[in-house]
């Protein structure tokens, strides 16, 4: 298996306008950002709506992600289900396809009350599938917070590969870092990826890495050349850009509408999802016009 890190884009789950999974454009995005030299691919997370489609078309995005990266990179696989074998059941049906790699978030309805039950959830999971298993810390979803000292534990486990943290708690992402853990720590927040990078970290998940994939390569390099001024140059440009995320009532809606604008894919949410109003897409252009040219 290869190893997790540098940059992964979490895709954007490409849609037609009927609603149904745009085979295509999943390729052309995938090969977009695979060209941008990125070094790996992460689908059905927050980003691709994972929570949202229904099974046929999780399904849909799988098949046609692995033929797209073709074994180039490694393809990560969000699995956001509510409990244990639920994940693990729908991980065995990906790993009938091929995929290797999950992205496994904590209990978010039955929401864990402590550590040791989060432990007991990912030890579960990894004793039951084949592939390996990358957890997912992203507490503003799943309500609970896996600690560093967790972290370093969940680690240890044989089929657990990495820790995926979203939190945008610098504090406790530091003391990740320096807890002497062993396996691939991401960064899952854009606002802290140069500076995780700098401190250590194997890599980010910026969602933004599906429009700028070659800008993000060129920040990891510079990260792990601790290149402090061409860090900074950069986190400073993203925080400039993500300015765009006041124009629009979702997140997602402003990053398909990113997409849109490089003719990658459409514009589509999916399920209640806001896409962005004729307004807001105005906005955005009139914001980038000047700024963009920097990517």
């Known amino acids: 298996m290869k190893e997790i890190r540098g ?33 790996g691919i992460f689908v059905l997370g927050s980003c691709g709506e994972g929570t949202v489609l229904n099974r046929k078309d999780r399904k849909t995005v799988v098949k046609a992600s692995l033929e797209a990266v073709n074994g180039r990179v490694p393809l990560l696989v969000g699995v956001l289900e509510t409990s244990a074998d639920r994940v693990v059941e729908e991980i065995k049906e990906y790993e009938k396809y091929g995929a290797e790699y999950f992205v496994v978030a904590a209990p978010y309805y039955l929401q864990v009350t ?3 039950e989060l432990l007991a959830h990912y030890g579960f999971i990894a004793e039951n599938i084949q592939g390996k298993v990358i957890v997912y810390n992203i507490p503003p979803y799943t309500h609970s917070d896996i600690l560093p000292e967790t972290m370093k534990k969940l680690l240890e486990i044989p089929g657990v590969a990495g820790v995926k943290d979203s939190t945008g708690d610098w504090a406790l992402f530091q003391k990740a870092l320096f807890s002497g853990i062993k396996g691939s720590l991401l960064s899952g927040n854009e606002d802290l990826c140069g500076p995780a990078m700098l401190f250590g970290a194997d890599g980010c998940v910026p969602c933004l890495a599906n429009i700028y994939p070659a800008f993000y390569r060129d920040m990891f390099r510079y990260a792990q050349e601790k290149n402090v001024e061409k860090v900074q140059q950069y986190q400073k440009q993203i925080l ?17 509408y990113l997409c849109s604008r490089k003719g990658l894919i459409l514009p589509r949410t999916a399920g209640v999802i806001p896409e962005l109003t004729e307004e807001e897409k105005g906005k955005i252009d009139t914001y980038l016009r000047n700024r963009e040219a920097m990517y």
């Open 114 to 116: 402590g550590q040791e």
């Open 240 to 256: 400039e850009v993500k300015e765009v995320f006041r124009f629009g009532k979702s997140w997602i809606g402003v990053v398909k």
């Open 7 to 39: 940059i992964i884009p979490p895709l954007v789950t490409p849609l037609t306008e009927e609603g149904e999974i745009d085979v295509p454009a999943v390729h052309r995005l995938t090969e977009h950002c695979i060209q941008g030299g990125v070094d």
